[in-house]
């Protein structure tokens, strides 16, 4: 019978080892040599020709956790190799071996260069990293409550950041006193985040989770790039994706997790390409990978506050930093979501009231009532995703029709399921609860008739306000604050903007040259993922005619 290899830890045939091999070097390494320490940057990429490598992980409480044994013909590394983030593990000789070395700017070059090795090695890094997530293999503890709002925010930033780590539910888990009774920690203190075995942070901001996981490490931010690119939704992973792939020197400035807000997205099904459709998540994973894949580099959980538009080039500030400079900009910073103009009810945020359907947030709710609101796609698209493990999903919509705001298939898969009531003409007026949201009051807007629920969760989709106010007067809004770009802008923007050039803006352009904007942002925006990377897409495209000038 023969052995159906495994696609997270291929074995390179002969020819394949020898093309690695013209690009590194011939290594010897002793029993017990450590290769690679944990928390390492820009570790090696190794291919071992001789002998065993095992891959290890330190324990929270002391030990090691035992991951994977490397043998001849295999190569190491996951998707950290090609953001030369911390090494999430150790790894060590087992025996006398020997191994190819190659640095990690050789194996981007492999990658972008060797399409059947890229194959191979992408796919692996994707299943690894894949693997280490959901068997919580990371250098991260949480210890937490799921009816704790700090720690869904946590779970969700980490989550979202496809980062692995183990999540101790103090609800659940009864040995959770000897893992906090060894980090001297009280239950005051939950959220706990525990770093690298050794550090803990209590109910950490997600810029302090991201420094002490070294999220950006190795993002030299004193580099004047060709491309910075402001937000990584489809819009801006898409410009990284094209830019980084024809040559430019690309970062990226996300302020939260990449994905924007299409990836909180439980199920996209109108994506060309994916006939069963996607999770906005897992979209926006692979393009973050892909990204990577070409070079480009990304800052997290820290937001671009002003950009300095009275010199070239560029430069944009950025929370706690020092201005990044780029030649050109790309802002795809994407709009905020718009809370309801209810009393109180910003303080069930993550203990009942959630802006984003996914996985996370449906296992909180499961068998019980929950409450959507919006008539937009996103809100279909929760609702839908919702009803298959809820009770009952109140779908709560103002108007009194979904028909001119939601995509057909998903207004009839509403109107055929059950476990759905779509209330039309209404709003809520009132939340309440203990800590936590417990109950909802909802008015029709027609008949004045009020309703009170017994509901502990709701989603709230009701659209989103762009995030342009860290531009001050640089670039020339809609009034309603979108960005203005090409055959949008008029000759009295232009003339008020001091538009410096003959040529009038391309396509996609602002009232500042060189600077674009995509995404959610742009005034006049098509509000589809395709939309979006297409933009993104064609943006890099008159970059290069801008970077010519």
């Avoid at 942070?201 to 070294?214: E, F, M, T, V, Y």
């Amino acid at each position: 019978m023969a052995v159906i290899a495994d696609p997270a830890f291929p074995v390179l045939t002969p020819a394949q080892m020898a093309r690695i091999a013209s690009r590194g070097h011939l290594r010897s390494v002793h029993a017990g040599e450590v290769m690679v320490a944990a928390g390492s940057v820009n570790v090696p990429f190794f291919v071992v020709t001789r002998g065993r490598l095992e891959i290890v992980q330190a324990a929270p409480m002391g030990g090691e956790i035992p991951i994977v044994v490397h043998e001849t013909g295999q190569f190491t590394g996951e998707v950290n190799m090609l953001s030369g983030r911390p090494s999430l593990v150790l790894m060590r000789a087992m025996e006398p071996a020997e191994v190819v070395e190659m640095t990690r700017k050789d194996l981007l070059d492999v990658v972008q260069t060797d399409s059947e090795l890229s194959e191979i090695i992408m796919r692996a890094y994707i299943l690894r990293r894949v693997a280490l997530v959901s068997r919580g293999f990371g250098d991260a503890v949480l210890i937490g409550s799921s009816h704790c709002a700090g720690t869904l925010r946590i779970r969700e930033f980490l989550t979202r950041n496809g980062y692995p780590y183990r999540n101790v539910d103090l609800d659940r888990e009864d040995s959770v006193q000897d893992l906090l009774d060894h980090f001297h920690v009280s239950i005051a203190d939950i959220p706990v985040l525990i770093c690298h075995g050794k550090d803990f942070l209590r109910n950490p901001s997600n810029r302090q989770i991201a420094d002490c996981l070294g999220f950006n490490e190795g993002v030299d931010e004193a580099e004047v790039r060709d491309l910075i690119v402001i937000g990584a939704g489809p819009s801006g992973l898409a410009a990284a994706v094209y830019g980084a792939s024809e040559g430019l020197e690309v970062l990226v400035v996300e302020s939260h997790a990449p994905g924007g807000q299409a990836g909180s997205s439980s199920k996209i099904e109108n994506y060309l390409g994916f006939p069963t459709g996607i999770s906005g998540q897992d979209l926006a994973g692979r393009a973050y990978t892909q990204a990577q894949k070409f070079g480009a580099q990304m800052i997290i959980a820290k937001g671009a506050t002003r950009l300095a538009c009275d010199r070239k080039p560029y430069a944009i500030e950025i929370d706690d930093g020092p201005k990044i400079s780029a030649r050109t900009v790309i802002i795809a910073s994407g709009a905020a979501y718009r809370r309801l103009a209810v009393e109180n009810l910003s303080r069930f945020e993550g203990a009942g009231v959630y802006y984003g359907a996914t996985v996370m947030e449906a296992q909180l709710c499961k068998g019980e009532d929950v409450a959507v609101v919006g008539g937009g796609n996103s809100a279909g698209q929760a609702a839908v995703f919702l009803a298959q493990t809820t009770r009952r999903v109140y779908m709560l919509v103002r108007s009194g029709s979904l028909a001119d705001t939601m995509s057909r298939y998903l207004v009839k898969r509403i109107e055929d399921n059950p476990q759905i009531e779509l209330v039309l003409n209404t709003q809520i007026t009132a939340a309440d609860g203990d800590g936590r949201l417990n109950r909802l009051e909802w008015q029709n807007m027609t008949t004045g008739v009020t309703t009170v629920r017994e509901v502990k969760h709701l989603f709230v989709m009701t659209g989103a306000d762009p995030c342009t106010g860290w531009l001050g007067r640089c670039i020339a809004l809609d009034a309603n604050g979108f960005i203005k770009t090409g055959p949008d802008l008029s000759p009295e923007d232009l003339a008020e903007a001091r538009w410096p050039l003959a040529r009038h803006p391309h396509l996609l352009e602002t009232s500042l040259p060189g600077v674009f904007a995509v995404g959610d942002v742009r005034a006049g925006n098509i509000k589809r993922v395709a939309s979006a990377v297409g933009e993104g897409s064609i943006a890099v495209a008159f970059v290069h005619r801008a970077l010519h000038e």
